[in-house]
T-cell receptor, first 116, second 112 residues
Framework: GAGVSQSPSNKVTEKGKDVELRCDPISGHTALYWYRQSLGQGLEFLIYFQGNSAPDKSGLPSDRFSAERTGGSVSTLTIQRTQQEDSAVYLC??????????????FGAGTRLSVL | GNSVTQMEGPVTLSEEAFLTINCTYTATGYPSLFWYVQYPGEGLQLLLKATKADDKGSNKGFEATYRKETTSFHLEKGSVQVSDSAVYFCALMDTGRRALTFGSGTRLQVQP
């Protein structure tokens, strides 16, 4: 079946512009995660959605970052007023369920964001 | 807080050599442990996992054993191939917070 799909695969933007990154999780997966992979910081957790619960936003680096998940499926990560330090690969992952079930996270190929 | 420490890379080996990539962790409770692999130009893929002490995860000839006494989850393979060239990430997930905490990654280069 289809894996986690992210778009665009590459995004170049100018400093100060807003960007939106999209993630389509695996069908039926209730949990969705965003991570950021950068040279200086490695792989960092950003935000986690589980079903209809309030998202865990504890990893968001600043209030310029926000994310939403509509209808329990597609998610959009928005970065406002981008800065050069936002340049990174943004990874989305989904997982079938929590509790005692399968906690494996399946990752998309990522969106490479370059802020000029 | 949780943390994962893995050996610095790059690691360069000849084909058929033995591989060890060290990974140690700090966590409260009893986390699940994972190794993910990122091949050139591709996304992260789960390589193997272990969910409790003394469990051994294995896949594609790779193995790692969850050692609670030494808080370690070292990755091993008896005979590496050129196709194993990739970046390997050790990670943990605690029972409370479902987000993964990753190590810094170890780049493996296998030469023919």
């Amino acid at each position: 079946g289809a894996g986690v799909s992210q778009s665009p695969s590459n995004k170049v933007t100018e400093k100060g512009k807003d960007v939106e990154l999209r993630c389509d999780p695996i069908s039926g997966h209730t949990a969705l995660y965003w991570y950021r992979q950068s040279l200086g910081q490695g792989l960092e957790f950003l935000i986690y959605f589980q079903g209809n619960s309030a998202p865990d936003k504890s990893g968001l680096p600043s209030d310029r970052f926000s994310a939403e998940r509509t209808g329990g499926s597609v998610s959009t990560l928005t970065i406002q007023r981008t800065q050069q330090e936002d340049s990174a690969v943004y990874l989305c992952a989904s997982s079938p369920q929590t509790g005692t079930g399968d906690h494996i996270q399946y990752f998309g190929a990522g969106t490479r964001l370059s802020v000029l | 807080g949780n943390s994962v420490t893995q050996m610095e890379g790059p690691v360069t080996l000849s084909e058929e050599a033995f591989l060890t990539i060290n990974c140690t962790y700090t966590a409260t409770g009893y986390p699940s442990l994972f190794w993910y692999v990122q091949y050139p130009g591709e996304g992260l893929q789960l390589l193997l996992k272990a969910t409790k002490a003394d469990d051994k995860g294995s896949n594609k000839g790779f193995e790692a054993t969850y050692r609670k006494e030494t808080t370690s989850f070292h990755l091993e393979k008896g005979s590496v191939q050129v196709s194993d060239s990739a970046v390997y990430f050790c990670a943990l997930m605690d029972t409370g917070r479902r987000a993964l905490t990753f190590g810094s990654g170890t780049r493996l280069q296998v030469q023919p």
